[in-house]
């Protein structure tokens, strides 16, 4: 079955320490990978996605086929990185894409 | 610019009574729409998807329904709740695949 999984329901690290937030992803073929975030009292919205190559607020994401994984990292985490990050692969199901999301990870970063 | 509405904000009712939410979008034309409903634990499901008017695609089986008369407009409906309909209702829309916009949510408490 095509899933992705968050281990991490919440990850805690001090100000200035790296992020590394895991997503695996389960597909038979090439997704296209995104990364949502939730600030809080905000939208849920686009962070990143991995076919643009960028590096949005400090985070970057790499997708890595042979470990199936597209892991968001920082390399100094900031307080207003707080928030509730989802992974999310575009998978196909049922004859057309559909963006499938993680069950999310609560980042928060300590002063 | 495009903007996405939901209303009401907050919704409280009682077991067995209708439900109906509403979704609109502005600033963009035949544009797929979605319902989620966000969960602690449980990320982002999705619960309806829609390419056009009055095509709708139930991604999971429940107690709720959703209908799409105007090209802009996604109501989420229940003729009957249930206790384990409360939660939280995301309304999104999107032009490209993956890349989705989504409204500010309405909390959903039954009693």
């Known amino acids: 079955a095509q899933r992705v999984t968050q281990p991490e329901k919440l990850l805690s690290v001090f100000k200035g320490a790296p992020v590394e937030l895991k997503c695996n992803y389960s597909?038979?073929?090439?997704?296209?990978l995104f990364w949502y975030v939730q600030y809080s009292r905000q939208r849920l919205q686009l962070l990143l996605r991995?076919?643009s190559r960028e590096s949005i607020k400090g985070f970057t994401a790499d997708l890595n086929k042979g470990e199936t994984s597209f892991h968001l990292k920082k390399p100094f985490a900031q307080e207003e990185d707080s928030a509730m990050y989802y992974c999310?692969?575009?998978?196909?199901?049922?004859?057309?894409?559909?963006?499938?999301f993680g069950t999310g990870t609560k980042l928060q970063v300590i002063p | 610019s495009q903007t996405i509405h939901q209303w009401p904000a907050t919704l409280v009712q009682p077991v067995g009574s209708p439900l109906s939410l509403e979704c609109t979008v502005e600033?963009?034309?035949?544009?797929?729409l979605y319902w989620y409903r966000q969960a602690a634990g449980r990320g982002l499901q999705l619960l309806f998807y829609?390419?056009?008017?009055?095509?709708i695609s139930s991604e999971v089986p429940q107690n709720l329904s959703a209908s799409r008369p105007q090209d802009r407009q996604f109501i989420l409906s229940s003729k009957k709740l249930l206790l384990s309909d409360s939660g939280f209702y995301l309304c999104?829309?999107?032009?490209?695949?993956?890349?989705?916009?989504f409204g500010p949510g309405t909390r959903l408490t039954v009693l």
């Open positions: 999104a829309w999107s032009q490209l695949a993956g890349k989705q916009f």
């Open positions: 597909y038979s073929g090439s997704p296209e």
């Open positions: 991995h076919i």
């Open positions: 999310a692969p575009l998978l196909s199901a049922g004859g057309y894409q559909k963006v499938t």
């Open positions: 600033g963009t034309s035949n544009p797929n």
């Open positions: 829609s390419v056009g008017i009055g095509q």
